[in-house]
């Protein structure tokens, strides 16, 4: 019988204990059955954590299996191609309730056999790991599926986060108190139709500006939505990643190691160049003194106040004056998903709230998608 182990979620793991993270992919070859199979089980060997059971607080490894299903369909894949939602029938099933309940996986794979391709989509509860961590466990299932021996280079160590030293008291003046009506706003964004909209920013016309302003390509990109919002006075509120930023979380941590930074603001009518400029240098500002920041965070998270580093409520306002952005340009979408040297055609985006998220666009479109969600 397997020793089972007990990994205890963190502060932050715990705000996303009710949500899950998923991508799809489409590939123009069929992915074989039993080699997934086999991948998925030398994946498990990597990281049993991924077959772990929720008990109560905690997560008990190994102590199950990912859930996985192949099935055959009829149909086209290439028709789902540049397609900005994926059919229901083609997603990996993953019950969230079970799950919490212990009576569910905390990943589930599912594969489906078309005509002139498959569809590979993974759930995974995001109580157990983050982006980077998410697309970093596919990466990693793909190359063994190509036969290739990856590197084990995610540590699941619970005594990360709470070996952080949190401040004795905070000054709640510099934060943003949570309005009763932020709430209303969230449920009034789930049940009406809200602004939807893919644009492409080209990899010309992001280093045009990068290399002009000397800025990163999320601070290009982040200017770019100031434009699309129509240059009015605003705040940006950039999703960091703090591994490596936050001495006690090594760039190996596997779970929830991201968070909001406080907000940057601009002004109405500023170039385009000067807007990115000011959003870099605060994204600077903020990860430079990250071993302040991220304490404060995690102390209003663990005392439960109702306060956060940006304005929810101006962030779900029908016209927001608060934007957020989510990241996902650096994580491997589309090299590092390889089956057997076949790059997928498309990937589905994750079906997040997030306002704003900056997504890879098709290979052959050489460029990044902006993805409203206003």
């Not at 000067?274 to 600077?284: F, Y």
Request: with cysteine; hydrophobic share 40%.
């Amino acid at each position: 019988m397997n020793k089972q182990h007990i990994w205890k979620p963190s502060i932050l793991d715990e705000t996303c204990r009710r949500m899950i993270i998923s991508t799809s992919w489409v590939y123009r070859i069929h992915l074989e059955e039993q080699c997934l199979r086999d991948s998925i089980q030398k994946l498990l060997s990597i990281y049993p954590i991924l077959g772990g059971r929720v008990n109560n607080d905690n997560v008990i490894f190994p102590s199950g299996d990912i859930h996985f299903e192949y099935l055959h369909r009829k149909g086209s894949a290439e028709n789902l191609i540049g397609k900005n939602t994926l059919p229901k029938k083609y997603e990996a099933n993953f019950d969230l309730k079970k799950m919490l309940k212990g009576r569910f996986p905390l990943v589930s794979i599912k594969v489906t056999d078309l005509e002139n391709g498959s569809v590979l989509s993974i759930k995974a509860a995001h109580l157990l790991m983050d982006g980077r961590c998410f697309y970093r466990i596919a990466n990693v299932l793909m190359a063994l599926y190509s036969g290739e021996t990856p590197a084990a280079d995610i540590v699941f160590d619970d005594s990360v986060i709470p070996q952080i030293i949190l401040p004795d008291s905070l000054d709640t003046l510099k934060f943003y108190s949570i309005p009763k009506t932020a709430l209303l706003s969230v449920i009034w964004k789930k049940f009406h139709k809200t602004r939807k909209q893919r644009i492409l920013i080209t990899n010309d016309e992001i280093m045009r500006i990068k290399n002009k302003a000397g800025v990163s390509r999320t601070a290009v990109l982040s200017a770019m939505v100031y434009e699309i919002m129509g240059r009015k006075t605003i705040t940006i509120v950039q999703t960091a990643d703090h591994r490596g930023h936050v001495k006690a979380i090594p760039l190996s941590y596997g779970g929830n190691a991201a968070s909001t930074l406080s907000p940057i603001n601009l002004i109405a009518d500023l170039p385009t160049e000067e807007a990115a400029r000011i959003i870099d240098d605060g994204i600077k500002r903020y990860l430079k003194d990250d071993e302040k920041y991220f304490p404060e965070y995690l102390y209003l998270l663990r005392n439960k106040l109702p306060y956060l580093p940006f304005p929810l409520g101006d962030a779900w306002k029908r016209n927001p004056d608060c934007i957020i952005c989510n990241s996902f340009i650096s994580f491997g979408i589309y090299d590092e998903m390889a089956a057997g040297g076949t790059v997928p055609a498309y990937a589905f985006p994750p079906d997040l709230p997030d306002p704003i998220r900056f997504f890879p666009a098709l290979p052959e479109e050489n460029g990044i998608y902006i993805l409203l969600n206003l």
